[in-house]
Each structure stands twice: as structure tokens, then as C-alpha cells.
């Protein structure tokens, strides 16, 4: 199999999970800047091909979700793929390395933290759910 045709399989795989978990993937600076100064809640995740995002992050983002309290938007960026966005991205998260996969938290285009690729891999889904969660219930309003 061709390396190429394999890596766009893994990448639309990768896309579709998090767009089928119900966040809007943002694939260019312009698109970025208009999510992440919305005001309200927003949880970005940065999605990425690695084995920690495909086992944990992206089923973890999945889940999350499904709780009474949660953020106002769900967002996503590729690392990786969509360089030039994700770098914008990164420019909202201010006082954070560049990681992926990751989640940030913003409010009011604001970051206010993130659960970062060492909160995730070597960990389970559960946790990261909890972590995203517990960040839910301090910051976002109840649907």
C-alpha cells in the first residue's frame, strides 16, 4: 500500500471521528479567529494521528460531552494537517507549549486551561473524560 494513500486514510478516519462526536473541525487561521472569539465557552481539541489521539483524546472527546454541564461551542484543529490554523490556535494559548493531541478550555476567547498530551497519554479515557469534566462543571453553564 502506498505510505500516502494510508496516511490520508488515517487522517480522514482521525477528522470524521471528531466531526461524528460533534465538533466543528476549523481548517484555516480565518476560521479559527471567528470560533475562538466568540464569547461563551469553547473547548478546542487539537487533534493529531497519534496512537494517544485515535485511543484516548478523540473517544475521550466523544464522551466528555455527554454530561449535564458543557461548553457553549466544540471545536477542532488538526496538528499536523492544518498547520496554519492550528498555529493560530496556538496563539490564543498563552502560557502553554504547543501539544497534541490537546484540549483547551477558552472563555470569552480567553484561555483559561488545558489538558495537555502529558495529561493524556499513558492515561485512559476515563480520566481524561474526568479531567474535561471537572473543568465543565467549574466553568460552563448547565444545558
Given at each position: ?18 466531526e461524528d ?104 479515557p476515563i ?17
Amino acid at each position: 500500500m502506498d505510505f500516502n494513500i494510508f496516511m490520508q486514510d488515517v487522517v480522514g478516519q482521525a477528522r470524521q471521528e471528531i466531526e461524528d462526536a460533534g465538533y466543528t473541525q476549523l481548517t484555516t487561521p480565518e476560521e479559527v479567529d471567528q470560533a475562538l472569539q466568540q464569547k461563551g465557552t469553547t473547548l478546542v481539541m487539537i487533534n493529531s494521528v497519534c496512537g494517544c489521539a485515535g485511543g484516548i483524546a478523540r473517544p475521550a472527546a466523544a464522551h466528555a460531552i455527554h454530561y449535564d454541564k458543557r461548553p457553549d461551542q466544540l471545536v477542532s484543529v488538526f496538528a499536523g494537517q492544518d498547520r496554519e490554523a492550528t498555529d493560530r490556535a496556538r496563539e490564543y494559548f498563552v502560557g502553554y507549549p504547543p501539544s497534541s493531541p490537546s484540549f483547551a478550555f477558552l472563555k470569552d476567547g480567553e484561555i483559561i486551561t488545558m489538558v495537555e498530551r502529558h495529561d493524556i497519554e499513558g492515561f485512559d479515557p476515563i480520566k481524561v473524560v474526568n479531567s474535561l469534566q471537572q473543568i465543565f462543571d467549574e466553568h460552563c453553564e448547565e444545558i
